[in-house]
C-alpha cells in the first residue's frame, strides 16, 4: 500500500507546494479577519485609561510640530462651539483639542486622546469658517466611531498575533506588520469616511442651522487633484463625496445661507514653509 502510494505519487510536486501555500494564506488571512472583527466590536469597550496610554506614544511626536499660535487658538474655539453640539451619549468626559502644525501638508488626523492634528496646508485650502467646520465635525465624526482607535487597535492585536506565530525574529512578521500598520493607521474605509461625513454635516446644521459650505473644501480638492494632498490619498474622491453630501442635504431638506468669513487668525498664517 505504502509502496503503491509513493511510487505513484512522485517528491512534493509543485502542486503540493501551491495547496500547503494556499493553506497558509488562507489561515493567515483568517487570522486577520478574526482580529478585525475583534477589534470592530471591542474598540467600543476600551477604557479612557487605556486610550491616554495610547494617547501617550503617539501624542508627543505631534506636540513637537505643532505651534501655540493665535491659529491654534482660534481652531480650538471654533472646534468648542463645535463641541457643544455633540450628542451627549457617546462624548461624556471628552475634552477634545486641536494642534496646529504649520507644515504645508493638506492633512487632518483624528489622534488617540481626543486631539485632532490640523496641518496649515490645509487651512490654506479653506475659505470659511463653515467649510473649515465642515472638516473639523468630520474628525469629530471618526473620533464618535472610535475609527481612531481601530487602526491601532488592529495593528497592535496584528503585530501580537504575527509574533506569536513566527516568533518575535520573525523577519516577515516585522513587513506585514508594518504594511498592514501604515494602512491601517492612516486610513479608514469608505463606509467609516461617509459615517464621519455624516456627522460632520449634522454638527454644521445643528452649529448654524444650515449647512452652506459642507461641500466646498471637498469640491476645492477635486478642481485640484493630480496634486499630491495626503487628505486626497487617506480619504474617498472628493467628487464622490460632493455628490453624496448633496443627496444627503436634499434628503434632509438642510437649508444653505451665507457662509461666515474664516476667522482672522487663520487667514495670513506665517511660517509656512517648514
Ligand atoms: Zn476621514
Redesign the pocket.
Known amino acids: 500500500m505504502n509502496e503503491e502510494f509513493s511510487l505513484k505519487n512522485p517528491p512534493p510536486s509543485n502542486r503540493q507546494l501551491l495547496t500547503l501555500l494556499a493553506i497558509f494564506v488562507g489561515f493567515i488571512t483568517a487570522i486577520i479577519y478574526i482580529i478585525w472583527l475583534l477589534v470592530s466590536n471591542l474598540v467600543w469597550l476600551i477604557p479612557p485609561q487605556i486610550e491616554q496610554q495610547l494617547a501617550a506614544v503617539v501624542t508627543p511626536a505631534y506636540e513637537k510640530l505643532a505651534q501655540p499660535s493665535s491659529a491654534q487658538d482660534s481652531l480650538n474655539q471654533l472646534l468648542d462651539r463645535l463641541e457643544t453640539k455633540l450628542p451627549a451619549a457617546k462624548h461624556t468626559k471628552r475634552n477634545y483639542r486641536v494642534l496646529y502644525v504649520p507644515q504645508n501638508t493638506v492633512n487632518a488626523l ?1 489622534l488617540p486622546g481626543d486631539t485632532i492634528v490640523i496641518y496649515a496646508g490645509l487651512i490654506s485650502q479653506v475659505k470659511s469658517e463653515n467649510e473649515l467646520m465642515m472638516v473639523l465635525g ?2 469629530l465624526g ?1 473620533f464618535a466611531n472610535r ?1 481612531h482607535l481601530r487602526g491601532i487597535g488592529q495593528a497592535l492585536l496584528l503585530n501580537f498575533a504575527l509574533a506569536s506565530i513566527f516568533g518575535d525574529s520573525g523577519r516577515l512578521s516585522g513587513i506585514i506588520a508594518s504594511a498592514v500598520e501604515s494602512v491601517s493607521s492612516a486610513q ?1 474605509s469608505q463606509a ?2 461617509r459615517q ?1 461625513d455624516d456627522f460632520g454635516l449634522m454638527l454644521l446644521q445643528a452649529t448654524y442651522q444650515h449647512v452652506a459650505g459642507a461641500t466646498d473644501f471637498f469640491a476645492r480638492l477635486n478642481r485640484q487633484s493630480g496634486m499630491d494632498f495626503a487628505f486626497l490619498a ?2 474617498p474622491s472628493p467628487r464622490n463625496r460632493v455628490d453624496r453630501l448633496n443627496r444627503l442635504i436634499k434628503e434632509h431638506r438642510y437649508q444653505m445661507d451665507k457662509t461666515n468669513p474664516l476667522p482672522t487668525a487663520l487667514t495670513n498664517l506665517e511660517s509656512l514653509n517648514h
Open positions: 483624528a468630520h474628525e471618526h475609527d479608514y467609516q469616511e464621519a487617506s480619504h
